[in-house]
T-cell receptor, first 111, second 112 residues
Framework: DQQVKQNSPSLSVQEGRISILNCDYTNSMFDYFLWYKKYPAEGPTFLISISSIKDKNEDGRFTVFLNKSAKHLSLHIVPSQPGDSAVYFC??????????FGTGTRLKVLA | NAGVTQTPKFRVLKTGQSMTLLCAQDMNHEYMYWYRQDPGMGLRLIHYSVGEGTTAKGEVPDGYNVSRLKKQNFLLGLESAAPSQTSVYFCASQDDGTGELFFGEGSRLTVL
């Protein structure tokens, strides 16, 4: 059973607009979450993280929101740029290790 | 600073053959992971290690074995390859302080 779900396989957004990528999880023990970006033929690279003691974390154009009661997190990218086109994965852990990843969302930013 | 290095990058096997993927990290990280990426399935955890000499099963461990004889190396073995093991394999090591995972570039394995 998939513990971390990204229900939108793909998303297209116009350059300059906001991209919102969603992630849902089922395990209430998850308390630390990461977002990763992946370009073709490369390994995933870290974007941003959030701990369960927070509901928001920002880093430049990237903001992650966490709603623990809904077991939902989202990644906002504002403004979106063509270079943001990639596959985005969310990941969760119930402690300090053993990260479980979602299925990924392919973002395409249209120029 | 090389980070996480995976070898080989590409391999084609016949059903029933065996092989080992090597992951090496130079960041002195305790935790290391092996994931596989398949279309529509995302990254699925195969096995992981919380330190030298330790290994544990992840989400999809069947058909794979691992060893962590040295802290910097994490080996993934396929004893008898099957077509269902055709995939891209990623190794990662984890920064003990921040929790951030550092990934290798991936190893594409095809089993005919």
């Amino acid at each position: 059973d998939q513990q971390v779900k990204q229900n939108s396989p793909s998303l297209s957004v116009q350059e300059g607009r906001i991209s919102i990528l969603n992630c849902d999880y089922t395990n209430s023990m998850f308390d630390y979450f990461l977002w990763y970006k992946k370009y073709p033929a490369e390994g995933p690279t870290f974007l941003i993280s959030i701990s369960s003691i927070k509901d928001k974390n920002e880093d430049g154009r990237f903001t992650v929101f966490l709603n623990k009661s809904a077991k939902h997190l989202s990644l906002h990218i504002v403004p979106s740029q063509p270079g943001d086109s990639a596959v985005y994965f969310c990941a969760a852990t119930p402690g300090t290790y053993k990260y479980i990843f979602g299925t990924g969302t392919r973002l395409k930013v249209l120029a | 600073n090389a980070g996480v290095t995976q070898t080989p990058k590409f391999r084609v096997l016949k059903t029933g053959q065996s092989m080992t993927l090597l992951c090496a990290q130079d960041m002195n990280h305790e935790y290391m992971y092996w994931y596989r990426q398949d279309p529509g399935m995302g990254l699925r955890l195969i096995h992981y290690s919380v330190g030298e000499g330790t290994t544990a099963k992840g989400e999809v461990p069947d058909g794979y074995n691992v060893s962590r004889l040295k802290k910097q190396n994490f080996l993934l073995g396929l004893e008898s390859a099957a077509p269902s093991q055709t995939s891209v394999y990623f190794c990662a090591s984890q920064d003990d302080g921040t929790g951030e995972l550092f990934f290798g570039e991936g190893s594409r394995l095809t089993v005919l």
